[in-house]
């Protein structure tokens, strides 16, 4: 199994703080891989890092093996990067936009950027500043898929549609990725959104990874305990969080489970637990060890 | 990209070449003026004309005094100095500031062109018209003063650019000959590199036109009256400087301003310049002719000739160009390094 973008040990500082930090996460080719965080966690930057938009400060990435160069032209072949801010040039109209992919692009789909067009109803001839968000999206996805890249790199994509043309996207792009076997990489800030579509997860937190594997192996590998209240955390379990009310505590654990008492009820958490459970602890993880080792294209049923 | 460079730019080129054709209409108005004008035979015939033929000559013109054709000659001018500036905020300045601004760089670095050829394509996909544009401006520039001078009205009046009438003064220098299209070349490269280093388009104009004025002040004060040699014409109260009349062949010379010499032929008292020697003696007062004559001073002005026209226009073209090509690599560099 090869990987479509790789990272190592990468890092990224901005002035004082960094944006990414000793981040090393594989991406399986033909895989979709979501990458969940909280916003200003890093996502961006790492999309940016692996665009070859952005240079690492420290770390390397590597998409489909070969190492991105910013200046040069190798890895752009390959990708499709749909930008979180949607930038287009808002006096071109639709068609303009598609005519400036198929003139910055050796290997242009014209078909497949305007038959994506076609499917969300978006009218050609309209200058692009006069499309509402949703419609600008659509048009910059319709930009990357004509590229007819091998790894879609998709920083929030749905993050301006609506609920409906979410799902509408996310159908269509599965569609689409099954058919042509591309890697799709995509950010989002909400775990519902990514659950039904991806086969992978990236939990990323204060320009950190903090945890990775295929959806499966995150279900089967982390329960939920719940019992009389504790004050201190159980020792010889691997705690996530832990939450309380008055009378009761709660504690994601990751690995198996060892009783507490009879008292104590082991649960299978869902995704977005999961999720909010690493987010709400940004220390959790940090280390890396588990999350590399146990991370994507090792854990689970691939 | 030379598609995506026109199709992205072509809203300012298109103003930009609409001003240049107004401005160029203007100045076929002015030369029909010029050339028609109801003093035109008898300034001919006569020479000159005394200064009570002012009113004369407003009167047969007609009009309100905003219209004569010496204020509209004046305005043009100073709209071909500001020219290249114009030209270099308007062109220059968004082809990297606009993109970076609006973030519209990173949807043009992910397609399959390096940032390399994106800025050299756009360089030359702007600048050559801007370049074929700026000479279209400086040969009908050369028609209309040609007219401007042969109808000897200009001469008339205290006007900016018929005062002196010297082609080597700073007006009529930096609106002729090459430097015009220099001027125009580098204002580009100046506005593209200060676009892409402050990243907005509003304080990349700001910074345009500071940078621009500021360099042509140094280059007009600082550095061309040093280009070729200058001519020094020695204070004579005794008889009338004989030198004046061979130094204003090919037309006025430019005054730069007054200055020391060593006289000829004396043997220089110190290592100390001519100019050092008589600041010195400058700060004595009672002393300072006593002063200038021990050190064999003499004082007198600076002109540039108007016969090292065409050496200025050449060197300061040279040192244009230069700059330029440096700007563009600077911009070269500059996108090759920065992070989206």
């Known amino acids: 199994m090869t990987a479509a973008l790789e990272t190592f040990d990468l890092g990224r500082r901005y002035r004082s703080n960094w944006g990414l930090r000793d981040c090393s996460l594989t991406v399986r080719e033909g895989s979709i891989t979501g990458l969940v965080g909280p916003n200003g966690a890093g996502k961006s930057t790492l999309l940016r890092l692996a665009a070859g938009l952005s240079r690492p400060t420290t770390g390397s990435v590597r998409i489909f093996g070969e190492e991105v160069d910013p200046n040069g032209t190798a890895h752009l072949a390959r990708i499709g990067y749909f930008d979180q801010m949607r930038p287009l040039y808002g006096n071109f109209k639709v068609d303009e936009m598609l005519t400036f992919g198929r003139r910055l692009n050796s290997t242009w789909d014209d078909e497949a950027a305007h038959g994506w067009m076609a499917e969300f109803d978006i009218p050609l001839d309209r200058k692009v500043r006069k499309l509402s968000l949703g419609q600008q999206a659509q048009v910059a996805l319709a930009v990357c898929m004509g590229k007819r890249p091998d790894l879609l790199l998709l920083d929030e994509p749905v993050a301006a549609l609506d609920p409906l043309a979410r799902r509408q996207l996310l159908q269509t792009l599965l569609g689409s990725v099954t058919d042509r076997g591309m890697t799709v990489f995509l950010s989002s800030h909400i775990v519902s959104e990514l659950e039904p579509v991806c086969d992978e997860l990236i939990i990323l937190s204060a320009a950190r990874v903090q945890t990775s594997g295929s959806i499966e192996g995150l279900l089967a590998g982390h329960r939920l305990l719940v019992g009389p209240r504790l004050d201190d955390e159980p020792t010889g379990v691997d705690i996530v969080s832990s939450s309380a009310t008055t009378r009761q505590s709660t504690f994601l654990i990751r690995g198996a489970p060892t009783s507490l008492g009879a008292d104590w009820q082991v649960l299978e958490p869902d995704l977005e637990e999961i999720v909010l459970g690493y987010l709400a602890n940004p220390g959790v993880g940090e280390g890396m060890a588990d999350a590399t080792t146990t991370g994507a294209g090792m854990a689970g049923p691939a | ?340």
């Open chain 2, 1 to 340: 990209m030379t598609w995506l460079a026109f199709r992205r730019h072509r809203t300012n080129l298109i103003i930009a070449t609409g001003i240049i054709a107004v401005l160029i209409g203007w100045m076929a108005f002015v030369v029909h003026g010029f050339d028609t004008a109801p003093l035109r035979p008898y300034l001919q015939s006569t020479g000159t004309i005394g200064h009570n033929t002012i009113g004369h000559y407003r009167d047969i013109y007609g009009g309100p005094t905003i219209f004569r054709l010496d204020y509209q000659s004046d305005a043009i001018t100073l709209l071909l100095l500001a020219l290249p500036c114009l030209l270099g905020v308007l062109l220059g300045v968004p082809l990297v500031a606009a993109e970076l601004d609006d973030h519209s760089n990173r949807i043009a670095w992910t397609q399959r062109i390096s940032r390399t050829r994106w800025l050299s394509t756009k360089w030359w996909v702007i600048g050559l018209p801007l370049v074929i544009l700026s000479t279209v401006v400086v040969l009908v520039t050369q028609w209309w003063s040609h007219h401007a001078t042969a109808s000897g009205i200009g001469s008339l009046f205290g006007s900016i650019y018929f005062n002196g009438s010297s082609r080597v003064a700073p007006e009529m220098f930096s609106i002729t000959g090459t430097v015009p299209v220099a001027y125009t070349l580098f204002a580009f490269a100046l506005g593209a590199a200060i676009g892409a280093l402050l990243r907005r388009v509003s304080w990349a104009i700001v910074g345009t036109v500071v940078v621009y004025g500021v360099v042509s002040l140094i280059m007009a004060t600082a550095m061309r009256p040093n280009l070729a040699p200058k001519t020094f014409v020695a204070n004579s109260y005794s008889s009338p400087s004989s030198s004046s009349l061979a130094m204003s062949a090919g037309g006025a010379p430019w005054y730069i301003g007054t200055g020391y010499q060593f006289a000829p032929g004396s043997r220089h008292p110190t290592d100390a310049s001519a100019a050092t020697v008589g600041l010195h003696c400058e700060k004595l007062n009672a002393g300072y002719y006593s002063c200038i004559t021990r050190n064999q001073l003499q004082s007198g002005s600076f002109y540039q000739p108007a016969s090292n026209y065409w050496t200025l226009q050449w060197k300061e073209s040279a040192i244009y160009l230069i700059a330029s090509a440096s700007l563009f690599l600077f911009g070269l560099w500059f996108v090759r390094r920065w992070r989206a």
